[in-house]
């Protein structure tokens, strides 16, 4: 599977592990905005977030939100634009036109450490964002604080009305629930039916943080071949 941002390396994937549902990539569309005669309220602020101010909360990244269509190319406050060849690849059979030659992605203002972006998106074929997706290197914080690599401590501290944890297969999911979008926690655990997977200073650690909507059941991405703003290969 190609991605458009790093994932830390998770060794040997696992048979059993449970794969993300797919958020298919869709090309950009007309906006509500665009096809409504009512007037709209003139926005406030006419750029978008700095890095610094990214927040991840259920159901939202700043100004992207679940369930919303995504921006159009032209406004000046989105966060994520379409990449009609971000997945081209020949050795795929990808391209360029292919249906799966595009993806959405963070606009470059939000590009990491690493050089790829701090976030992963999803965009459904309807034309709204399903998913939103944060992995290391990225140090985007949730709204309370959590950040990869927070302890499952700060976590519960953060959040005194998480649910969970749900045993994936080498981590654990706890739950924020939050209206109609879900923040799901995923944090490093070894299951003793396996061979230790993670070393004891890596344990009980957040890895991956994920919104969706709350009709999309919580699901595990470390080990797996799921992920939120990846190419289709």
């Excluded at 950009?28 to 101010?53: I, L, M, N, W, Y």
């Amino acid at each position: 599977m190609k991605a458009y941002w790093a994932v830390p390396s998770a060794g040997l994937l696992l048979a059993l592990a449970a794969c993300a549902p797919e958020f298919p990539s869709a090309e950009p569309g007309p906006s509500e905005s665009s096809s409504s005669s009512a007037p709209t309220e003139p926005s406030p602020d006419p750029t978008r977030p700095s890095a610094d101010e990214l927040a991840l909360a259920p159901g939202s990244l700043n100004l992207l939100v679940i369930g919303q269509p995504a921006p159009a190319p032209d406004d000046p406050r989105a966060m994520i634009v379409f990449d009609p060849e971000a997945c081209v690849d020949p050795d795929f059979g990808i391209a360029p036109g292919d249906p799966a030659a595009g993806l959405w992605r963070a606009v470059p203002d939000y590009a990491g450490s690493d050089g790829a972006g701090l976030f992963g998106v999803a965009v459904g074929e309807s034309g709204e964002v399903g998913a939103i997706q944060v992995i290391g290197p990225s140090t985007v914080p949730t709204t309370e604080g959590i950040v990869i690599g927070s302890t499952v401590t700060e976590l519960l501290a953060a959040y005194p009305t998480i649910t969970g944890p749900i045993d994936a297969v080498v981590s654990r999911l706890y739950v924020v629930d939050e209206g109609a979008g879900r923040l799901v926690f995923e944090v490093s655990w070894n299951d003793s039916a396996f061979e230790p997977y993670w070393l004891p200073d890596e344990l009980d650690r957040v890895v991956v943080m994920t919104t969706h909507p709350t009709s999309v059941a919580p699901f595990a991405v470390w080990a797996t071949d799921g992920g939120v703003g990846y190419c289709g290969v």
